[in-house]
């Protein structure tokens, strides 16, 4: 399973879209196997380590445990960073959802494990032009994956973009390729941080990148 990151900047928009998806998991808070974490809750260490154990443990009545952070920006920095192995590692049939109202408020290695959920209103207007040439690449040739990639002149950018697509355009439901290239995605990114050269990095994931259904 993958974490859910629910943006907007609407606070009952958000507790809406919570309660919904609890209720397609069969979950109403309170349930023992859930543990919810309201807007006003601290978010520190100490929860990071709950939220750890939550997990660790069988489900008692359902099929996985669930956490739900209303208010994600209240995790500490160090809060964040304790929560990513987890986040990336999460249990099957696991439910981890974060609200907040803006991803800029998180670390970009928190928000680059979750699928985004946007809710605002008004989004943001689309990378068209990017996303037609994912949907391209998607549908194209080892060979003109290639070619696309050596004539690309800003592979940084397209790089941060092709994470970006696949984090927003992804089901909740992962499974075979899609879920194998989810994190061969966090794998790159933890590359280019490294400063590992980005053409590599691209030639990698054009090799691994599931083709279109």
């Not at 290239?181 to 990148?209: D, H, P, S, T």
């Given at each position: ?119 605002q209103d008004q989004p943001d207007t689309p990378d068209v032009d990017n996303m037609e040439k994912v949907e391209k690449l998607l549908a194209a040739s080892m060979e003109e994956r ?66 279109a259904r």
């Amino acid at each position: 399973m993958i974490a859910r990151l629910l943006i907007s900047s609407n606070s009952s928009e958000r507790q809406k879209f919570i309660k919904e998806i609890l209720g397609e998991e069969g979950f109403k808070n309170p349930h023992p196997d859930l543990l919810y974490f309201q807007e006003s809750s601290k978010l520190g260490i100490e929860q990071a380590r709950a939220i750890k154990g939550h997990f660790s443990l069988k489900p008692y009545q359902s099929k996985g445990r669930s956490v739900v952070l209303a208010d994600a920006t209240n995790l500490t920095i160090e809060a964040q960073n304790a929560l990513l192995k987890t986040i990336e590692e999460l249990p099957k049939d696991a439910l981890f959802i974060l609200g907040a109202d803006s991803d800029a408020k998180l670390l970009p290695t928190v928000v680059s494990r979750c699928q985004i959920i946007n809710l605002q209103d008004q989004p943001d207007t689309p990378d068209v032009d990017n996303m037609e040439k994912v949907e391209k690449l998607l549908a194209a040739s080892m060979e003109e994956r290639f070619e696309y990639i050596e004539k690309l002149k800003n592979r940084e950018e397209f790089l941060h973009f092709l994470i970006q697509y696949f984090h927003q355009n992804l089901r909740s439901h992962l499974k075979g390729e899609e879920l194998n290239f989810l994190k061969e995605l966090i794998e790159a990114e933890k590359w280019a941080a490294q400063n590992v050269n980005i053409r590599a990095i691209l030639e990698y994931l054009m090799l691994k990148m599931p083709k279109a259904r």
